[in-house]
């Protein structure tokens, strides 16, 4: 199996397992006299099963992308912790931008000359040409993370 898909099983167990823990809230409980609409017990089985194979899954997962090589950026792991800090960068640079911009504010800081002048406190075009830098960076980043886990076999 590809570590892709291994990644494509992880992501349906985890819905599995809030599909089952929404059906066993919804069952847990019922009024006297009725039935509950599905056995909360054979539910929370299959959702101790789910979650047995999910937690192998997730083993296999990060053994294989603390292995397995990209590029020049060390394992896969390596990848992913830079794809999250580019992820929190491009989103910390583009608030920075909003912000020095006005955006959110209507833009139109003062209505009357009476009014205090609001100020820009960084370059707002740098920012944005930063934000755009960082973007193709993550965008680059991604698809050699995306090939890798195509192409990579997930370890046992």
């Known amino acids: 199996m590809k570590l892709g898909e291994a990644l494509t099983e992880r992501a349906e167990a985890a819905r599995r397992v809030e599909q089952l823990r929404a059906r066993i809230n919804g069952s847990a409980r019922y009024q006297e006299g009725e039935l509950p609409p599905e056995d909360a017990a054979v539910l929370m089985t299959e959702l101790d099963q789910v979650l047995d194979n999910l937690e192998t899954l997730i083993r296999r997962i990060n053994r294989t992308n603390a292995t397995v090589p990209v590029d020049d950026l060390g394992t896969l792991t390596d990848a992913l912790a830079r794809r999250d800090v580019l992820r929190l960068r491009h989103a910390a640079v583009t608030a920075a931008a909003d912000a020095a911009a006005g955006s959110g504010r209507g833009h139109l800081a003062r209505q009357l000359r009476s009014e205090l002048k609001m100020l820009a406190a960084l370059p707002v075009a740098e920012l944005r040409e930063r934000a755009d830098g960082l973007a193709g960076q993550l965008r680059e980043l991604e ?13 046992d």
């Not at 995306?146 to 990579?152: F, I, K, P, V």
């Open 143 to 155: 698809v050699r993370i995306q090939r890798t886990n195509w192409e990579a076999d997930l370890l």
